[in-house]
Every structure is written in C-alpha cells, then in structure tokens.
C-alpha cells in the first residue's frame, strides 16, 4: 500500500560521522564529574572503551560481537564488585549505570541506538546530583544538558552543522529553565527516598570528637568554609565569637576523648537517671528565664558545610530554633546522623560576656566525678606544680588567675608547628618546649586544673570569623578551628577560660594569621588560595561574592525542603492541599508552555530590527511631534529635504541625522575604514540629542 | 562628463530633462529604451542627439508594414566579380539604432529586431555575425490605440529596459521652439562629448555601484507585491526586478553616487515598471493609475 510511510526505516539507519562525534563528546562531558568520586577499576575500564570506540571509528574496525560483548558486562560487574564489595547499593548502581552507559555507546550502530544513548546521558546527569549538590556542579550539569540535546538534534538532523545544533540545543535548554523552576517548587518533596546515605571514600577536614597535639594545628592548613552564621540584628565582638561543638571530658594522658555516656548512664544511680532526663527542660527553663529578663542574646542562621559528623556549631549559651537538633549536658548541639550534605539551622545564644555559665544545680555529682577524673599516674612534675600554686594561691580563682598568669609571662609561644611530644606530654610541654598550638595549652591548663580538684574540661569548636563585605554574616573556615578549656565554679557554673588568649591575645582578638605573625607560614601549602592575598580589596571582595552565592544556593536551593515548600504553598495560595499543588503545578507548566509557544511563533514571525532601524523610528516619532509624518513610501532622503525646506531652522539637523542613516543603511561598508558598529552609536547619540 | 553630456542634449529637446536623463540611465545600464508617444514629439531628434553626444554611429530604420527581416539584418548578394556571395550588412550594424514605429512592422520583423537585442549577434543565412559591443535600440512605438499597428506582446515589451513618453513640451520651450531655428540649435550641431570608451567604462562602473541590503529588501517587497495573485494581471518576472536594480544603479551613477538609494528606484520605477506590468483595476479601481503608482503609495521603504 504505497502511501503509507514505513516507520521502521529510521530506526535502521547507521549513525553518521557527526552524530557519532557529538555522542563521544557528550559522553566525556557526562562522564568527566564521577571520575573523581568513582572507583579506578570503573572508571578505567569506562575510559578503555571509549578509547577504543574512538579508535575504531577511525580505523574502521568492525564492531565487537556477540562473544567481546558479553566479556564486557562480565567484567563491568566484576570491576564494581571489586571496587565496592557489591552490586547493589546507590554508589555501585551509579558505577553499573556509568559502565552500562559506556557499553551502549560502544556498540552503538542505528539511530535506535543513539537515541538509546542520549536517553542513558540524560540519566547519568542527574545521578551526578547524588554526590555533590554545589552550584557550580549545577551549572557544569546544565552545560552536560545543552552538550546533550546538541546531540540529540545532530541524530534527527544529521546535516545540520554543530554549531548549528549546539546553538539550538542551548536555546532549547534556556527555554526549558522556566518549566525546571516551577517543577522544583512546586513539585511535592518526598524527603525519605531521597536521604540514601553515602559513604564518602574523601574523609572532609574538620573537627574530630577525640584531640591529640597537633591535632587542630593541621586544620590551621585548612582554609575552605566550614559554616557561615548570619545574625538578624548585631554581630558579636571578635572576642566573643567561640562557636562550640563538642566537650571532650575524658582524658588517657595524651588523648583527649568525649566520653560515652551511654556507658556512664547505665552506671548511674535511679535518681541521677531521673536528673539526666530532667536536665533539658532545666537548662531550656533557665535559658528563656535569663533571655526573658533582657540579657543581650543573639539570633542567628548557621548554613553549614557537609562535614560528616553529627555535631553542630553555636555561640554559648545555645538554644536551638529548628527541630530536630539534641543538646547534651556539654551543652553542645547535634543531629541524629552525620551531615553529608549543607545543612542550615536557627539559634539563640545568650551573650557570653558575663563568663557565667548554667546555673551550678545542673552539675551533677556523676558529671563531678568525670571532669575530675585523671590518669592514674604520669605527668607527676605537672601535678606537683599545680599542688604548690594552689597552695599559694589560696582560692580556685586566684589558681586560674595564676596559671593564666605563668602563660603570659613565661616564655610561651604560639605557633602552628610546635616540636613533638613524648609520653608526660604536659610535664614536657609546660617545663620544656613552650611551644604550642591552642590544643596544648588548652589541654595542659584542663588537666592542672583538674589536678587540683576543680572540674574541668576541654571544649573544641572554632574562634572567630570573618564578617562577609556583602550581607550580615560571619564566614568561619577551618583554620579558625580552636579549643578552649571550661571549668566549673560553685555559684558561677561553667566557666569559659581560654589559655591561648593568655598566651596570643591577638589569636582572640583579630584571628589566626594575626596571631602567627608569619603570613608566609599560613597557608604555605595552599599557593592559590583567595585567602592569601585578602590584602587586596578586589580579592576579598570577590571571595566574599563567591561565597555569598554559595550560602545562598545552600539556602534556597539545596536547603529548600518540604517544610519551607508547605511553607511557600500557605505563602502564595493560602494552602497546600493535594488540590492546590495539582492546580499550580498544571497552570503554572501549562501557562509557561503558552508563554513559550508565544514567544516562539513571535519570534519566527518578527525578525529583530536592526538597531539602525529602531533608531531611525525614533527619530522620525520624535519629528511627528511637529507635524512632520513620513509616509510609509516616502525616502528618507526626501523626508529629509521636506522638512528641511518646511521648517530651516531643523535643516541641519534632520539633514545631518539622514545622511548618517544613509550612510549606514545604503552605503558600502569599507568606505572610510569607521566600522558600522561605530556609526551606529555615533548615529544613536545623534538622535538621541536631536530634539524637537 | 555625463552632467555635462545631458547639458548639451538639453540645448536641443527643450523641457526634456527628466526623460533625457532616463534615456541616458538606460544606456549606461545597457538597456535598450522604448518610447511611446505620438508622432512629432521629438522622438527622433531624443535619438539623434544621444548618438551625437555618445558620438555612436547610427543607423535609423523605419518600420512599415512591409518591412521584411532582411531588411534590417543584411542579406547575401552575389558578387559576379568574385563569383561568390558577399553579405551586405544591414542597418542593424550600428552602435545606436532608431527603430521608428517599431508598432507597424509584422511581428515576423519585430521578433527579429528583438532578438538581435537580446543575443547582441544576428544570424544571416547560417553564419552568426556579432553586433558591436555597444549596441542600444531605441525603438518608438506609437500608442497602440492608432490604426495600422501591430501593438507589441508583453514578452517582447519586457525585454526594454525602460519605457518612457516624451509628452508635450511645456510651453516656454514651445514658444522658442515657434520663434524659428534662431537660437536653437540641430541634432548635428551639438558637441560629441562623450566617447565610446568612456561610455564602456561608465557602463562597468554603473554594475559596481552599492546595492545595499536594505535596498535590495526594498527591491524585493516591491516585486513580491506585484505578484500577489488578483492584484496585477501578471507579476513582474525575475527579468524585471533586475531591470530596476540596474536602472537605479545606472541612475545612481549619473548623479554621482555609488551607492543606490530608495529615491533612485522609486525615480525609475515608473519608466521601468509600467510597461511590464498592468495592475488590475477590478482590485484597484478604475482609476487607481498605473502600478508604479500603486507601488510607490503603498508599498513602504524600510521594512
């Protein structure tokens, strides 16, 4: 039956040399993101079959049979068994997806099997969001889109040239921004099928829950963000800004620990177990009792990093605003699982300024026991000093006064690489080197105090921040980490006591590569960071912008969940029932698909004048206010001269302007050497300043 | 040197400027030129005085109803001497013919006159014999509407660069042209001032001359109205639109630019135009004028 068309004789075409080329392009581009976050086995074996894809393009080889096939999907399997000790799972199904994604291509013979192929990028694309949801990791994804549609335009229009279709596919993806913004916002948030966890093969630097000398020293390398906080009204003084995150009670004579307390709980009496339980609506008690009778407190956003770990940061004295978050008796902040992805939150804090801690009730006799507890023997010299101070000094406080005192006074230093310790690290530390990083003194300062009986503790968290040149907020990088020691008073409760500030008060006051003296040494091993040339205003102020996007884009766009959706709904429709997000999600793609229907009928019927032509209409609407019309027919030559002759004192003018216009419009273009471009803006200035 | 030439053909057709300075386009585009009026308006003289000015040899044939091809083209006569046949070329052989009264040969001479105008080559008798290189027709045609004429197709029309009507001169030029040859000055008298060489350079410069875009956007609006369906009894055919293009360049060049402005085509437009193309007066209205007239009213310049 002649006139039908037979639909099947597409699918059997072979792929022409254009096609074939955009296809490996786009595969690189789609590829290029997981290399770093895959296994080598995977990705070498991706690579290897690209490669010889390339290679047999070009020296025509046959492509490989039914027998090499089958050996490929044998070993795909095998490299993500070995690479990740199974098969299933979101890493090694990513890995499956990549390697399944790589084979099509290599045995990519019809159209059938491009279009295959593009449909598998399209989804290798958006698998890239699992890992890392930055925002420049979306733009590069938008990037992979454009590479991809360009294509998927060059399989169903083989002749067309590739500028030709990346052009196309470009516009394409921009026209498709629109619609991918109202799905975002308005398309119902499952959170649970989302929240697979990942585990990351690259450790992130940051604080860890246990600290040994050197430990915090190696972040001062760091210089990338750990969190941003953005204040409502004012921000704290320099002095004021320890951002805690965790105590760390349990000290083995080296090693700082934060102990288990689920250990201690089942070891506690019934009556302290009640206590614990009670110990949070206490402290909440106390918080919003001191805060209602108008002491200064600070309201505040922190939008974190991923950082791995569960703990969160806050000024002291903390109240957390958002949900979820659990405090324990160290007073610090946390979620139930280990943050892999940036995370924002609300806070209150009491200004610390008064040094007062929580009210001495709260110190129960089990938590005594633990910020008294020390190592049975070592460090003896340490412990015999400590004794003879107390004795002299008559009183906890004058103890503290006086420790502090040695540090000022004595020959200590601050710096970033102190010399090794041996075993009685605190007797070798105070006696012999003098040279430390804020873990150090924190330390040696924790454990004389506690050697005399009072309770003490370390607390580790970050000192510092820098205020952002663009909005409210202090940006905290790593090497502002720090820790500090707390001690607990009767009648005063906990106590924050920073040795470091004794020793560099400049570590307190302006930060850290103040404090070193040596910006040689800060970041010695970071050459191209933004961070060292913050002498320079441009550059601060562009690390500053660049870090700005960043929060926002934590805020709004990986931040944005179905809480603040809900949220949105109520804000813009007045609820957000099944009904209303079914009616908006339909009205709003149904009236952007119009918009762009519109706009793209519009545009294929109207071409752009040129701007000499806009110009000229101008200046002719201009004239019509004296009267002068043109007719649709009538040369601008002519015009010109008519009006000239009606009204001489324009003459110059008008005829000045038409001659321009001519001479854009009608003259050849190598006439003078003066570029079009440059005669059109002389031609714009001129009717601009013509009046009337 | 062409403002000067079109002086000097000022001082013998008085009044005529307008109409010498298109016959003078026409040549410099390489058109031939068809003149429609009645008899006595100074068609011939027009003729003589731009062959005079051009200093181009001149031929005039006049056509009447017995004209035969031969006629003009030349035949071959037998030479006793020689005992061969020698061709006797026609008046055809010139650098500028006078066709007169084109209108009251049988189409047979017609066809023949025309086709000589496009090949730019006659064949006589199997041998193909070339024109010179300057070749300009300018035939005369009386309206159609007097008796004894085989009125021209409209394929045969297409093929003059311009028409124009000399019309009655205005009546100051009449007046001296009553007060008697004193003054006055004949066809013959005048200066030669322009020689073939430079006409062939002029002819050359007047195809370099700028079309620029939007003239040619402007060109194209133009022809595409002409052959929307119901508006003109034909559209103006490829040959056509060249014809204005040319005619503007030509024009252009005789006013001393080198780049084609709108004013220039819309100049041409008429000469050119309304012979090729008669508007349809169902569409129009009875008196809706000529197309060159529709055109320029409605059809506007920049987009």
Same mark, same amino acid.
């Given at each position: 039956m002649g006139f039908l068309p037979k639909m099947t004789n597409d699918d059997a075409v072979s792929l022409p040399k254009n096609t074939l080329a955009f296809l490996i392009v786009s595969h690189i581009v789609v590829i290029t993101p997981h290399i770093s976050k895959h296994s080598y086995w995977v990705i070498s074996l991706v690579g290897l079959c690209l490669v010889w894809r390339i290679v047999s393009n070009m020296r025509h080889w046959p492509l490989p049979g039914k027998g090499v096939r089958f050996l490929l999907v044998i070993s795909g399997f095998s490299a993500v068994y070995l690479?990740?000790?199974?098969?299933?799972?979101?890493?090694?199904?990513?890995?499956?997806l990549l390697l399944a994604y790589t084979f099509k291509l290599l045995e990519a013979k019809t159209v059938r099997d491009a279009h295959m192929v593009v449909t598998l990028s399209y989804f290798v694309v958006a698998t890239a969001f699992l890992f890392d949801q930055a925002f420049s990791k979306a733009l590069y994804l938008l990037f992979s889109c454009v590479v991809i549609s360009a294509a998927l335009i060059s399989i169903n229009q083989p002749s067309t040239h590739w500028k030709g279709s990346s052009k196309s596919a470009f516009y394409l993806v921009l026209k498709s921004l629109p619609i991918m913004v109202v799905l975002f916002l308005f398309v119902p948030r499952i959170e649970a099928f989302w929240s697979i966890q990942f585990d990351n093969h690259h450790a992130r630097m940051g604080l860890s829950d246990e600290m040994s000398p050197g430990d915090i020293a190696r972040l001062g390398e760091n210089d990338s963000v750990?969190?941003?906080?953005?204040?409502?009204?004012?921000?704290?003084?320099?002095?004021?800004?320890?951002?805690?995150?965790?105590?760390?009670?349990?000290?083995?004579?080296?090693?700082?620990?934060?102990?288990?307390?689920?250990?201690?709980?089942?070891?506690?009496?019934?009556?302290?177990?009640?206590?614990?339980?009670?110990?949070?609506?206490?402290?909440?008690?106390?918080?919003?009792?001191?805060?209602?009778?108008?002491?200064?407190?600070?309201?505040?956003?922190?939008?974190?990093?991923?950082?791995?770990?569960?703990?969160?940061?806050?000024?002291?004295?903390a109240h957390p605003l958002s949900a979820n978050i659990n405090m324990d008796d160290g007073f610090s902040l946390s979620v139930a699982k280990p943050l892999t992805e940036p995370f924002v939150y609300q806070v209150e804090s009491l200004s610390s300024t008064t040094l007062t801690g929580p009210p001495d009730g709260m110190h129960w006799q089990y938590q005594r026991k633990r910020n008294l507890k020390l190592p049975a023997s070592g460090n003896e010299r340490s412990?015999?000093?400590?004794?003879?101070?107390?004795k002299e000094s008559g009183s906890d406080e004058a103890f503290i006064s006086q420790?502090?005192?040695?540090?000022?006074?004595?020959?200590?230093?601050? &710096?970033? *690489?102190?010399?090794?310790?041996?075993?009685? #690290?605190?007797?070798? +530390? @105070?006696?012999? &080197?003098? *040279?430390?990083?804020?873990?150090?003194?924190? #330390?040696?300062?924790? +454990? @004389?105090?506690?050697?005399?009986?009072?309770?003490?503790r370390v607390v580790v968290g970050y000192q510092g921040g820098e205020q952002s040149s663009l909005d409210n907020y202090l940006l905290v990088y790593q090497f502002d980490a720090h820790a500090w020691a707390e001690v607990w008073l009767p009648k005063r409760g906990w106590v924050r006591v920073d040795p470091t500030a004794a020793v560099s008060p400049a570590r307190v006051e302006k930060g850290i590569e103040d404090a070193l003296g040596d910006s040689r040494r800060f970041l010695a091993n970071s050459p191209l960071s933004l961070l060292r040339y913050r002498d320079i205003p441009g550059v601060r102020r562009l690390r500053h912008s660049i870090d700005y996007l960043r929060m926002l884009w934590i805020q709004k766009v990986v931040g944005y969940n179905g809480r603040l959706q809900t949220d949105l709904f109520y804000k813009l429709f007045g609820s957000s029932s099944t009904k209303t997000v079914m009616l908006v999600l339909l009205g709003g793609l149904s009236s952007l698909l119009f918009l762009i229907f519109i706009f793209d009928v519009y545009s294929k019927r109207k071409p752009r004048m040129p701007p000499e032509q806009r110009l000229y209409l101008r200046f002719c609407r201009k004239l019509s206010k004296r009267g002068f019309n043109k007719g649709v027919s009538e040369g601008e030559t002519a015009f010109a001269h008519r009006v000239a002759v009606n009204s001489p004192e324009m003459a110059e003018g008008v005829l000045r302007i038409t001659a321009l216009y001519v001479q854009i419009n009608y003259r050849p273009l190598d006439r003078d050497g003066?570029?079009?471009?440059?005669?059109?803006?002389?031609?714009?200035?001129?009717?601009?300043?013509?009046?009337? | 040197m062409i403002s000067k030439a079109i002086e000097e053909a000022g001082k013998v057709i008085l009044g005529k400027e307008h109409q010498i300075r298109l016959a003078v386009a026409c040549l410099v585009a390489k058109g031939n030129l068809l003149i429609e009026d009645l008899p006595g308006m100074g068609k011939t003289t027009l003729s003589q005085v731009l062959a005079q000015v051009f200093s181009l040899?001149?031929?005039?044939?006049?056509?009447?109803?017995?004209?035969?091809?031969?006629?003009?083209?030349?035949?071959?006569?037998?030479?006793?001497?020689?005992?061969?046949?020698?061709?006797?070329?026609?008046?055809i052989f010139a650098q500028l013919i006078l066709a007169d009264e084109i209108n009251r040969a049988s189409p047979k001479t017609q066809s023949a006159l025309l086709e000589a105008m496009e090949e730019g080559q006659v064949t006589v008798e199997g041998e193909t014999r070339p024109l010179p290189d300057l070749f300009f027709v300018i035939a005369t045609q009386n309206p159609s509407t007097q008796m004894g004429t085989f009125p021209l197709p409209e394929s045969q029309l297409d093929r003059f660069l311009m028409r124009i009507h000399l019309g009655y001169p205005p009546v100051e030029a009449e007046k001296q042209l009553l007060l008697g040859r004193r003054g006055a000055i004949a066809a013959k008298d005048i200066d030669r001032i322009v020689t073939p060489a430079d006409l062939s350079m002029l002819q050359a410069?007047?195809?370099?001359?700028?079309?620029?875009?939007a003239v040619v956007e402007y060109i194209l609006r133009l022809t595409h109205f002409t052959r929307q369906p119901g508006r003109f009894h034909t559209g103006l055919s490829p040959r056509g639109s060249v014809a204005i293009a040319r005619s503007a360049q030509a024009w252009a060049l005789i006013h001393g630019r080198d780049f084609v402005l709108p004013e220039d085509i819309q100049t041409v437009l008429p000469a050119v135009l309304d012979h090729r193309v008669h508007i349809n007066s169902a569409q129009f209205g009875e008196d809706s004028g000529k197309a060159s007239e529709v055109l320029l009213s409605r059809i506007s310049i920049s987009g």
């Open positions: 690479a990740y000790g199974t098969v299933i799972g979101p890493l090694a199904g990513v890995g499956l750990a969190f941003r906080a953005k204040f409502e009204r004012n921000i704290p003084l320099p002095a004021e800004r320890y951002w805690r995150a965790l105590v760390l009670d349990d000290f083995d004579g080296r090693r700082w620990r934060h102990a288990d307390r689920g250990v201690e709980l089942r070891s506690l009496s019934k009556k302290d177990q009640d206590a614990t339980k009670r110990q949070g609506s206490e402290y909440n008690a106390w918080f919003l009792n001191r805060r209602d009778q108008g002491d200064n407190y600070f309201r505040y956003k922190i939008i974190m990093e991923a950082s791995d770990k569960p703990w969160l940061f806050a000024l002291d004295w412990r015999q000093w400590a004794e003879n101070v107390r420790i502090l005192a040695h540090f000022r006074e004595q020959k200590f230093y601050y &710096t970033l *690489r102190p010399p090794l310790l041996g075993t009685d #690290s605190i007797d070798q +530390f @105070l006696f012999t &080197t003098r *040279r430390g990083f804020c873990e150090h003194y924190a #330390s040696t300062f924790t +454990f @004389l105090a506690r050697s005399v009986g009072i309770p003490a003066v570029g079009r471009k440059q005669r059109v803006n002389q031609f714009r200035k001129q009717v601009s300043a013509f009046s009337v | 040899s001149y031929k005039r044939i006049q056509f009447t109803s017995d004209l035969l091809p031969a006629d003009i083209l030349g035949v071959s006569i037998y030479d006793k001497d020689k005992g061969d046949f020698t061709f006797k070329a026609g008046p410069q007047a195809a370099e001359v700028h079309l620029s875009g």
